[in-house]
Nanobody
Framework: VQLQASGGGAVQAGGSLKLSCAAS????????MRWHRQAPGSQRELVAT???????NYADSVKGRFTISRDNIKNTVYLQMNSLAPEDTALYYC??????????????WGQGTQVTVSS
């Protein structure tokens, strides 16, 4: 199973970006999908989570600005980021829990996509 993230880039403060992360490979079912981020010199933090049924949860720092969504047919998770601020600058990673046919789910990580916000 592989996760391929895309959509990062450089924007000015107040701008928007939409990240995508597609899971591929031996997939029977994808459970929770998440976005994390890690800024230089900081620990990785959880940004947003979405369950298979569409229940979402966000870090306080992004509530009201970021929206996580998913397409269960395409096994893809999205992160719409609006009103971006310089403190959102980080490497963004997607994470998904995938079953390849059994009842056991394994966590996989994407390669990261860079988001840089200038003031």
């Amino acid at each position: 199973v592989q996760l391929q993230a895309s959509g990062g880039g450089a924007v000015q403060a107040g701008g928007s970006l939409k990240l995508s992360c597609a899971a591929s490979g031996s997939i029977f079912r994808v459970n929770a999908m998440r976005w994390h981020r890690q800024a230089p010199g900081s620990q990785r933090e959880l940004v947003a989570t979405i369950t298979r049924g569409g229940i979402t949860n966000y870090a306080d720092s992004v509530k009201g600005r970021f929206t996580i969504s998913r397409d269960n047919i395409k096994n893809t998770v999205y992160l719409q980021m609006n009103s971006l601020a310089p403190e959102d600058t980080a490497l963004y990673y997607c994470n998904a829990y995938v079953s390849s046919g059994s009842l056991q789910y394994t966590g996989y990580w994407g390669q990261g996509t860079q988001v840089t916000v200038s003031s």
